[in-house]
């Protein structure tokens, strides 16, 4: 092979890698941003905010739904309220996995769930959280975070839904 063709050949490959590579995004084709308000909860299966407490899968509010940590307290935050219980009271069915990439979050690990009466800490920016719904499980990363006195106690959030502990 000459020179000069060997080139074009490591040229054409290192396109055709790259292209590959960058083209290929199936993991966020399942994204989608929703708005979740305290009145009007979501329904992520549905992706819908809807007002119905039966249809919901959560909702935001300014209290913890189990405990404060330390430097947090009433009206200081905004939470996302689960509406999936069981009969103890012994989860929240939330895990926070910090500021990590929404794709890096493949499954719900179901043994960490958020222990129910210890210290929940408030939604935060850019932190990326898995949640029980009711027909299923959501990973969403918080994009946004608004509370005013007005009980517009909301947040937007890129989410991907599943009915099995897989994403």
Known sequence: MSLLLKKYFVILLTVFLVGCGSSDDSSNSNVKQISVTHLGGVDFSEHSSTADWEEQDGYTTSWSPTAYI??????????????????????????????????????????AWHPYGTGLQSLQLN?????????????????????????????????????????
Do not use: C, M, P
């Open 70 to 111: 330390s430097g947090e307290e009433y009206g200081s935050g905004l939470w996302y309220s689960n509406n999936v219980y069981d009969d103890t009271y012994t989860y929240i069915y939330i895990q926070s996995l910090g500021e990590v990439d929404l794709d890096s979050v493949k499954s719900v690990d179901t043994t």
């Open 127 to 167: 932190h990326v959280y898995v949640v029980k719904a009711r027909d299923g499980y959501a990973k969403f990363k918080v994009t946004s975070l608004t509370l005013e006195d007005d009980q517009d106690w909301s947040f937007t959030a890129d989410y991907v839904y599943s009915e099995t502990t897989s994403f």
